[in-house]
């Protein structure tokens, strides 16, 4: 059975078919009554549609058209099929009044659409049949979509998975966030540094989107605030110096095998046409432009950081701008099917999740409406506020939690301000009620940061103005409890929960590894797409030989596929038989790739001393983009090439020794390298990543993890067995405890001669053609402070590394491991994380769609 999968599949020989599913079927036959054009998921209908689009839309017949021609008529074909679920989903929900979750999110990483779409919808057989009748590949079209990056990192791709989760759950959504016209930057390498290059993603127009002129809203900034009273009823009243307009774009998000197709709503900043006319014309036409290119700046550019907050004003106002216009469209949806007076009911309607702190200024904004624009009381409107929102942290760091200067907030928000310090006025006097004589407490719980010149503190914003506060790991729960919110915690610990993140196994398992998603179809039927829990009953057969010789023959040509990718990208040869070492994520030093950097010097400097040291030959994988203003993240980049071009081209290393940094780290590039990992380095310092998200996208597929005690790393390891992953270092508790008694990397060197090696290594100029100084900051560091302990985990990390190295010589042990990494992985689909927050916090259930 096994051995005729493989064949059948061409597993061991090149060039797979694409599709998990569905035996090859015959080519497009017209069905008896021919389906629509616009909505038929026959072949047949498939190729009529995307003929007729590349006509229609493109202007192309077939023998003219190019690559992109043909992407953008397969897509078009593909939304039409959409459009009609999208509107009845629309319809549905509506008519059964049920609770809609909007996810607010300063980011959204949805990654290409067009795979997705075609295999949420079941119709990629179909689209690769209608194609190939025309001598179309459907892989090569669906290679040539832009990533559209609107997003960092995690965060924001984890908002793009709980997006297809709630779809497929067939739970009303909407994600509510901003239509950047310049996601993150593209990532060049040049002579090993990165250069950032802005990514105009959609240059040649975006076919999945839907702009809806006619939905926009009026959003106010600065100016001044009037109070007076009205019938005996104090009024307020806000004059801005500017309002900009916020329009909708919309985005259908379809479920997987489900007709729900749901809405992701970004918007976008024009300038409100007439405000500034009266100035152009009294002939200020340079003050009226400059408006404009104000408001339209709003939405220009994503913020490339993903750890730490300059207190930049521009950011403010994106963060203001989407959750004010995103508030407005819910009011404007409330009062479309209940009263236009009577807000009780709203928190009933919808659940607000602020994805970190970056829409924390929704509370203050909910608040203003109610208050000065429909006149709510002040405690009514306070308990629908706190009735709708709830807020999930991502971080530990203390540099990445977010303040703004009392000063700008008031420049920009001046009512915000107001109202802030009347939300925390009533807050502290509760406090006070509560523990009467400890001032410190209130210090630290108050909004605002007394301390220096004065700050809002986003954090305690949003735990006061949300009924529910949740960490995305348990071990970042309990470290949330103990440190940056514990004050929170013990005033009001009914209010955290736990809910560890998840991924969706979707994108990364069917459309990452088209041929690991057909095996595991073949062997266990479909139940795992839509319950990943199902893998388990992989269980009992890892230690089947016929099971573990097509498990390695998939990876080995997963890997195959990445060499090829990367010899065609990067000129680099590599030997898909060695071991795929894989650290792909943002490049922080709290992650530590120096760490991993350590371990190669360390080979390196094993095999320059005994060049018959036995090792499996391995091939080091780095990709990730760096902050632009983080110096030492772009130094570890350049690091990281410098010690490739010399490993690589080391005819007395390289046949066992290989690096490389993949550039530009994206959804899309992503993909073939998770398929294509055998390991997975999650080594962050312990305590400091929140949760982690590659790590179980990695494990998903058959990648073993050597990891610390950190984040998810440690559900992880409880779900697949200490056995079946390689674990070392300092525990959170260890490495706060040595913290506190003062550190010293240096006596911890002097102990470890290879540690002192490989760091000499990189001060004799080998790596920085002769000179000692290039990556001296990284290595004074490392000496003087360490502050994330890699000193301290080397020796660990070193010895875990060896045991990799065995157990990967032992193939049939390897892969029994990386079967049982899979068939235990189920607890990390997204389709978990987000049944547990409708449970748990949101308290929504599925509406049904049939068309
Ligand atoms: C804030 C203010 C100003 C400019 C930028 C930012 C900013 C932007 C993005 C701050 C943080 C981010 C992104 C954070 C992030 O991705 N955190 C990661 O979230 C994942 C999902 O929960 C976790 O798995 C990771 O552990 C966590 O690092």
């Given at each position: 059975?096994?051995?005729?999968?493989?064949?059948?599949?061409?597993?061991?020989?090149?060039?797979?078919?694409?599709?998990?599913?569905?035996?090859?079927?015959?080519?497009?036959?017209?069905?008896?009554?021919?389906?629509?054009?616009?909505?038929?998921?026959?072949?047949?209908?498939?190729?009529?549609?995307?003929?007729?689009?590349?006509?229609?839309?493109?202007?192309?017949?077939?023998?003219?058209?190019?690559?992109?021609?043909?992407?953008?008529?397969?897509?078009?074909?593909?939304?039409?099929?959409?459009?009609?679920?999208?509107?009845?989903?629309?319809?549905?929900?509506?008519?059964?009044?049920?609770?809609?979750?909007?996810?607010?999110?300063?980011?959204?990483?949805?990654?290409?659409?067009?795979?997705?779409?075609?295999?949420?919808?079941?119709?990629?057989?179909?689209?690769?049949?209608?194609?190939?009748?025309?001598?179309?590949?459907?892989?090569?079209?669906?290679?040539?979509?832009?990533?559209?990056?609107?997003?960092?990192?995690?965060?924001?791709?984890?908002?793009?998975?709980?997006?297809?989760?709630?779809?497929?759950?067939?739970?009303?959504?909407?994600?509510?966030?901003?239509?950047?016209?310049?996601?993150?930057?593209?990532?060049?390498?040049?002579?090993?540094?990165?250069?950032?290059?802005?990514?105009?993603?959609?240059?040649?127009?975006?076919?999945?989107?839907?702009?809806?002129?006619?939905?926009?809203?009026?959003?106010?900034?600065?100016?001044?605030?009037?109070?007076?009273?009205?019938?005996?009823?104090?009024?307020?009243?806000?004059?801005?110096?500017?309002?900009?307009?916020?329009?909708?774009?919309?985005?259908?998000?379809?479920?997987?095998?489900?007709?729900?197709?749901?809405?992701?709503?970004?918007?976008?900043?024009?300038?409100?046409?007439?405000?500034?006319?009266?100035?152009?014309?009294?002939?200020?036409?340079?003050?009226?432009?400059?408006?404009?290119?104000?408001?339209?700046?709003?939405?220009?550019?994503?913020?490339?950081?993903?750890?730490?907050?300059?207190?930049?004003?521009?950011?403010?106002?994106?963060?203001?701008?989407?959750?004010?216009?995103?508030?407005?469209?819910?009011?404007?949806?409330?009062?479309?099917?209940?009263?236009?007076?009577?807000?009780?009911?709203?928190?009933?309607?919808?659940?607000?999740?602020l994805?970190d702190t970056?829409p924390a200024i929704a509370v203050?904004?909910?608040?203003?409406?109610?208050?000065?624009?429909?006149?709510?009381?002040?405690?009514?409107?306070?308990?629908?506020?706190?009735?709708?929102f709830a807020y999930t942290n991502?971080?530990?760091?203390?540099?990445?939690?977010e303040?703004?200067?009392?000063?700008?907030?008031?420049?920009?928000?001046?009512?915000?301000?107001?109202?802030?310090?009347?939300?925390?006025?009533?807050?502290?006097?509760?406090?006070?009620?509560?523990?009467?004589?400890?001032?410190?407490?209130?210090?630290?719980?108050?909004?605002?940061?007394?301390?220096?010149?004065?700050?809002?503190r986003m954090a305690n914003l949003a735990c006061v103005g949300s009924?529910?506060i949740?960490?995305?790991?348990?071990?970042?729960?309990?470290?949330?409890?103990?440190?940056?919110?514990?004050?929170f915690?013990?005033?009001?610990?009914?209010?955290?929960?736990?809910?560890?993140?998840?991924?969706?196994?979707?994108?990364?398992?069917?459309?990452?590894?088209?041929?690991?998603?057909?095996?595991?179809?073949?062997?266990?039927?479909?139940?795992?797409?839509?319950?990943?829990?199902?893998?388990?009953?992989?269980?009992?057969?890892?230690?089947?030989?016929?099971?573990?010789?097509?498990?390695?023959?998939?990876?080995?040509?997963?890997?195959?596929?990445?060499?090829?990718?990367?010899?065609?990208?990067?000129?680099?040869?590599?030997?898909?038989?060695?071991?795929?070492?894989?650290?792909?994520?943002?490049?922080?030093?709290?992650?530590?790739?120096?760490?991993?950097?350590?371990?190669?010097?360390?080979?390196?400097?094993?095999?320059?001393?005994?060049?018959?040291?036995?090792?499996?030959?391995?091939?080091?994988?780095?990709?990730?983009?760096?902050?632009?203003?983080?110096?030492?993240?772009?130094?570890?980049?350049?690091?990281?090439?410098?010690?490739?071009?010399?490993?690589?081209?080391?005819?007395?290393?390289?046949?066992?020794?290989?690096?490389?940094?993949?550039?530009?780290?994206?959804?899309?590039?992503?993909?073939?390298?998770?398929?294509?990992?055998?390991?997975?380095?999650?080594?962050?310092?312990?305590?400091?990543?929140?949760?982690?998200?590659?790590?179980?996208?990695?494990?998903?597929?058959?990648?073993?993890?050597?990891?610390?005690?950190?984040?998810?790393?440690?559900?992880?390891?409880?779900?697949?067995?200490?056995?079946?992953?390689?674990?070392?270092?300092?525990?959170?508790?260890?490495?706060?405890?040595?913290?506190?008694?003062?550190?010293?990397?240096?006596?911890?060197?002097?102990?470890?001669?290879?540690?002192?090696?490989?760091?000499?290594?990189?001060?004799?100029?080998?790596?920085?053609?002769?000179?000692?100084?290039?990556?001296?900051?990284?290595?004074?560091?490392?000496?003087?402070?360490?502050?994330?302990?890699?000193?301290?985990?080397?020796?660990?990390?070193?010895?875990?590394?060896?045991?990799?190295?065995?157990?990967?010589?032992?193939?049939?042990?390897?892969?029994?491991?990386?079967?049982?990494?899979?068939?235990?992985?189920?607890?990390?689909?997204?389709?978990?994380?987000?049944?547990?927050?409708?449970?748990?916090?949101?308290?929504?259930?599925?509406?049904?769609?049939?068309?």
């Open positions: 059975m096994i051995s005729e999968f493989l064949h059948r599949h061409h597993l061991l020989g090149e060039s797979p078919a694409k599709a998990p599913e569905s035996p090859p079927a015959p080519p497009p036959a017209a069905p008896k009554t021919p389906e629509h054009t616009r909505t038929g998921r026959s072949a047949e209908a498939i190729q009529r549609a995307f003929l007729d689009n590349l006509f229609y839309l493109q202007g192309r017949y077939l023998e003219e058209a190019g690559d992109h021609d043909r992407y953008m008529a397969l897509a078009y074909t593909v939304r039409d099929r959409l459009l009609e679920r999208w509107i009845r989903t629309t319809q549905c929900y509506k008519q059964s009044r049920a609770r809609t979750v909007c996810y607010f999110s300063a980011e959204f990483l949805l990654g290409p659409h067009l795979g997705n779409n075609l295999l949420n919808l079941g119709i990629e057989e179909q689209a690769r049949q209608a194609l190939a009748a025309l001598e179309l590949d459907l892989d090569e079209l669906i290679e040539q979509e832009p990533e559209p990056g609107l997003g960092n990192g995690g965060l924001g791709r984890l908002a793009a998975c709980y997006l297809d989760s709630l779809a497929t759950l067939q739970i009303p959504a909407i994600g509510y966030g901003i239509r950047y016209e310049f996601g993150i930057f593209r990532q060049a390498i040049h002579d090993g540094w990165q250069e950032e290059i802005k990514e105009h993603w959609l240059r040649h127009g975006n076919p999945w989107e839907l702009a809806r002129t006619q939905l926009r809203f009026p959003i106010k900034f600065g100016g001044q605030v009037h109070h007076s009273e009205e019938n005996g009823r104090p009024r307020t009243e806000w004059a801005p110096d500017l309002i900009v307009h916020g329009v909708a774009y919309d985005t259908p998000i379809p479920g997987y095998g489900v007709n729900n197709v749901n809405l992701l709503r970004l918007w976008q900043s024009r300038a409100a046409e007439s405000f500034r006319l009266d100035a152009f014309n009294q002939g200020d036409h340079l003050g009226a432009v400059s408006e404009k290119v104000m408001a339209e700046n709003i939405t220009k550019v994503l913020y490339p950081n993903d750890q730490s907050t300059a207190g930049k004003e521009l950011r403010l106002r994106q963060q203001y701008f989407f959750c004010a216009c995103s508030l407005q469209d819910m009011l404007r949806i409330y009062q479309e099917q209940h009263s236009a007076h009577d807000f009780s009911g709203f928190a009933d309607k919808f659940a607000v999740q994805n970056h203050v904004e909910l608040l203003r409406l109610l208050v000065d624009e429909h006149g709510v009381e002040w405690e009514s409107a306070w308990g629908i506020v706190r009735r709708t991502h971080t530990l760091l203390p540099e990445a939690l303040t703004w200067p009392v000063e700008l907030l008031g420049r920009v928000l001046p009512r915000h301000l107001e109202l802030i310090y009347e939300i925390n006025m009533r807050f502290l006097d509760q406090v006070r009620m509560r523990y009467p004589y400890d001032q410190e407490r209130i210090g630290r719980l108050s909004l605002i940061d007394e301390r220096g010149g004065k700050a809002v009924h529910t949740n960490g995305v790991a348990t071990l970042h729960t309990r470290l949330l409890q103990e440190t940056v919110l514990r004050d915690y013990e005033l009001w610990p009914e209010r955290f929960q736990n809910k560890t993140n998840g991924v969706n196994p979707r994108r990364f398992l069917m459309l990452s590894n088209p041929r690991l998603a057909r095996l595991l179809t073949d062997q266990l039927g479909t139940e795992w797409t839509r319950d990943l829990s199902a893998l388990r009953a992989l269980e009992g057969r890892a230690g089947e030989h016929g099971l573990q010789e097509v498990w390695r023959a998939i990876k080995t040509a997963a890997k195959g596929d990445l060499a090829d990718w990367l010899r065609r990208h990067t000129g680099v040869s590599l030997d898909p038989e060695s071991l795929f070492d894989v650290q792909v994520k943002r490049i922080h030093e709290y992650k530590r790739p120096h760490l991993n950097l350590l371990h190669i010097l360390t080979l390196y400097n094993r095999l320059k001393h005994r060049p018959d040291t036995e090792m499996a030959p391995r091939t080091f994988l780095f990709g990730g983009k760096a902050a632009p203003g983080y110096a030492m993240a772009k130094l570890i980049i350049k690091l990281i090439n410098a010690v490739a071009w010399v490993i690589n081209q080391d005819p007395q290393v390289n046949d066992r020794l290989r690096v490389v940094f993949v550039p530009d780290f994206n959804v899309k590039h992503a993909q073939p390298i998770y398929a294509a990992a055998d390991l997975s380095e999650q080594i962050s310092t312990a305590g400091l990543e929140a949760s982690g998200t590659g790590n179980m996208k990695l494990s998903m597929n058959g990648a073993l993890t050597i990891g610390t005690l950190d984040g998810a790393n440690i559900e992880i390891l409880e779900e697949v067995g200490a056995d079946n992953f390689f674990l070392f270092g300092l525990t959170a508790e260890q490495v706060a405890q040595r913290r506190a008694q003062g550190y010293a990397p240096s006596e911890i060197i002097r102990e470890q001669p290879e540690l002192e090696e490989a760091l000499a290594l990189l001060e004799s100029g080998l790596f920085s053609h002769g000179d000692p100084e290039l990556f001296r900051p990284l290595t004074r560091q490392l000496r003087e402070h360490d502050p994330y302990f890699v000193c301290a985990d080397y020796a660990a990390y070193i010895e875990a590394q060896a045991k990799v190295d065995a157990t990967y010589r032992n193939p049939a042990q390897w892969s029994e491991m990386s079967i049982l990494n899979v068939a235990r992985i189920g607890k990390f689909s997204s389709d978990r994380a987000i049944r547990e927050y409708c449970r748990d916090i949101w308290r929504v259930g599925p509406v049904n769609v049939k068309l």
